[in-house]
């Protein structure tokens, strides 16, 4: 089973560009969300999806933007790239919200230069 | 709002030895539990999580945890670490029931497992 697949895995970009985080999974799970992970900052959640077509907002959505268009993809786009937004990125996705097990992609990691 | 707090951002230790991993939570209400580990260059993995019943919970890998609602903690132990067990591992919560299905980390626990 491929679970969650992230791509790219690793991603150079310049202050101002744009680019999308790509992340599928293939378990029919209605609840996805993406974290960055910062050094002994943990995880944090930047944006999360209860199902295809509803979004929402978690601790650092600033300079993100998702869309949920199909249950299996939920994309996370950098609208103009900061030196601030360089990070590891995951994306997770469990079948319930809250109770079940979380499954993580294997992450992106994003220089931001 | 709910917090999680890894009272150790690393643990050194030596092989064979036993170890425990802190966690307490803030929240005064029902909440779920779990602890994820990291090992290098991958993504998280659940080892164990509580959502109700016996306080004592048995992960993979030989982990163990222990709810304890009035110390609002869930310690993770392992009574003898091997090398292999060398990751960094976190601490995780979310509300049971309400709109809150979030699941709100800790800043992560480095264990460092010594021959």
């Known amino acids: 089973n491929a679970g969650v697949t992230q791509t790219p895995k690793f991603q150079v970009l310049k202050t101002g560009q744009s680019m999308t985080l790509q992340c599928a999974q293939d378990m029919n799970h209605e609840y996805m969300s993406w974290y960055r992970q910062d050094p002994g900052m943990g995880l944090r959640l930047i944006h999360y999806s209860v199902g295809a077509g509803i979004t929402d907002q978690g601790e650092v959505p600033n300079g993100y933007n998702v869309s949920r268009s199909t249950t299996e993809d939920f994309p996370l786009r950098l609208l103009s790239a900061a030196p601030s937004q360089t990070s590891v990125y995951f994306c997770a996705s469990s079948i319930q919200w809250g109770a079940s097990k979380a499954f993580f992609g294997q992450g992106t990691r994003l220089t931001v230069v | 709002a709910q917090s999680v707090t890894q009272l150790d951002s690393q643990v050194p230790v030596f092989e064979e030895a036993p170890v425990e991993l802190r966690c307490n939570y803030s929240?005064?209400?029902?909440?779920?539990l779990f602890w994820y580990v990291q090992y290098p260059n991958q993504g998280l993995q659940l080892l164990l999580k509580?959502?109700?019943?016996?306080?004592l919970v048995k992960g993979i890998n030989g982990f163990e945890a222990e709810f304890n609602k009035s110390q609002t903690s869930f310690h993770l132990r392992k009574p003898s670490v091997h090398i292999s067990d060398t990751a960094e591992y976190f601490c995780a919560v979310s509300y049971a029931g309400g709109s809150q299905g979030n699941l709100i980390f800790g800043k992560g626990t480095k264990l460092s497992v010594k021959p």
């Open positions: 509580y959502l109700s019943g016996s306080t």
């Open positions: 929240s005064s209400v029902s909440v779920y």
